[in-house]
């Protein structure tokens, strides 16, 4: 999918777009070869984000044209140029891989994994470490471009409840997701990008609308997936099935999410893609005081279906800084368990994480965890293990194993149907140095997990 948007407007008087003035035409070819191919997207939008209090600035998006480019054979580079040309008006041409075709043999060089990116100094770190490293696929694990720390009329803050605590509503200022889009043109025009939401992506506006900017400016395999949703959905790339889950929608036993995750991990074959990764925005296992325990019921609700079809790794973001765990389930160790990874290190504007709350102190009172976004309260003391009777660990948890505040991501290196090599990389290193590195080990012939026969996507 390539998407271009045109000109947003903001303020008391929008004059409405007309969708076919502009055209979404896109025309390819391999690398090499004539850019022959040509497709025409019929999936153009405009959305607004408004709100109904008086003095708030409305919003609307300039055209956003979605275009699906067909017949491309995988793991194969394309050029391509899109726009108008009856205009004319056309991009210069620009490069894109496509992913390797599902198998066990078959995997993308470089997976990239970044989370609440923003738009800030240390974004711009980031992604100049981030290009460097070559990716071949993004995962962005929620919070893009916390246009939500803004008024409308552009004020903003690290903390927009301490600085706006009056306002009848959150407010967004939507151009930051222009500018954002813009700065991240040389990477997501050469590099495909997966994302999944954050809480900073809710934006709530008039008629109690939701993720109205998140679900337009990106593309969504969800009706590939069986998918009702643009929160929840999963997909292939090589030998790699991933799924995406919402933590801001429900996903207690009888929800929507929870059923089609249930079918699609039924669906998915470990003989196609041997490994299994998870990827939702707040982690279930931090020990960082920011956001400690906080999704609690999602872990409740959800970590055991995940545990019974063998996830291999976890993607979390939400927590300002890094931490990687050895394989664990339900707070124990575990060979079978998956290893979850926080990289909410992208950018962010809200400062990093640095305080643990094992350490003397820090432990939060548990009526302060539950996220109000989430709902529900399910973190409760610990009824087994060193921590026995309390909610917090007395020192670093054992299922813990290395944990950093410093700005960075990570890089997946998938190697076989075994082994893939994990990699953080720090902005204050040189290109290329790596501040965590591990080799993850799957071990099939020890976690037997459930198997099926069929794929679905």
């Known amino acids: 999918m390539i998407e271009f948007p045109g000109e947003f407007q903001i303020g008391d008087t929008i004059e409405p777009l007309d969708l076919k003035t502009v055209s979404g035409v896109v025309v390819y070819g391999r690398y090499g070869f ?71 043999k078959s995997y993308p060089s470089r997976v990239a994994v970044v989370g609440d990116l923003g738009l800030t100094y240390n974004t711009t770190s980031t992604v100049d470490h981030l290009l460097a490293n070559r990716p071949d696929l993004l995962l962005l694990v929620g919070d893009v471009s916390y246009a ?13 409840s301490c600085s706006f605590p009056h306002t009848p509503i959150q407010e967004t ?45 990106f593309a969504f395999p969800s009706e590939e997936s069986g998918s009702s949703s643009t929160l929840f959905y999963s997909f ?19 929800a929507d999410q ?11 074959d470990r003989n196609v893609t041997p490994w299994l990764v998870a990827t939702w925005h707040p982690p279930w296992y931090s020990t960082y005081v920011a956001h400690y325990r906080e999704a609690e ?12 079809y063998g996830v291999d790794i976890v993607f979390n973001g939400h927590v300002h800084a890094y931490e990687r765990s050895n394989r664990v389930f339900n707070y124990t160790l575990d060979p079978c368990g998956p290893v979850y990874i926080t990289v909410g290190d992208g950018g962010n504007r809200e400062k990093m994480a640095i305080a643990h709350a094992d350490e003397p102190g820090n432990c939060p009172e548990p009526c302060t965890t539950p996220d109000k976004l989430m709902g529900g309260f399910c973190a409760f003391n610990f009824t087994s293990g060193p921590a ?70």
């Open 236 to 254: 292939n790339a090589g030998g790699i099935h991933f799924i995406m889950l919402g933590a801001y929608t429900a996903y207690n036993k009888s």
């Open 258 to 268: 929870y059923m089609w995750l249930e079918k699609d991990l039924a669906n998915f």
């Open 297 to 308: 019921c999602m872990r409740v609700e959800m970590e055991d279906i995940l545990y019974k």
């Open 148 to 160: 939500d720390l803004y008024l409308t009329n552009g004020s903003g803050s690290d903390c927009y």
């Open 34 to 104: 004539p850019m022959t191919n040509r497709s025409t997207g019929n999936n153009s939008l405009v959305y607004n984000q408004l709100y109904q209090f008086e003095g708030l600035q409305n919003y609307t998006s300039g055209i956003i044209h979605h275009v699906r480019l067909s017949g491309l054979i995988p793991n194969t580079l394309y050029q391509y140029q899109c726009g108008d040309p009856s205009i004319p008006a056309m991009s210069r041409v620009s490069y894109f891989k496509t992913m390797p075709v599902s198998g066990p």
């Open 388 to 457: 026995a009777g309390k909610f917090c660990w007395d020192r670093q948890p054992e299922y813990s194993a290395y944990r950093e505040s410093s700005f960075g991501h990570g890089i997946l290196e998938v190697k076989n149907e075994t082994h893939a090599l994990w990699s953080w990389h720090r902005n204050q290193d040189f290109y290329g140095n790596a501040g965590d590195q591990i080799f993850i080990v799957r071990q099939p012939d020890s976690c037997p997990v459930t198997a099926n026969v069929t794929q679905n996507n």
């Open 173 to 217: 200022y939507q151009p930051r997701w222009d500018y954002w889009g813009r700065y991240m043109q040389p990477l997501v025009s050469k590099v495909p990008i997966m994302v999944v939401e954050g809480e900073h992506d809710i934006e709530q506006q008039a008629g109690n609308q939701t993720f109205v900017s998140y679900s337009s400016r």
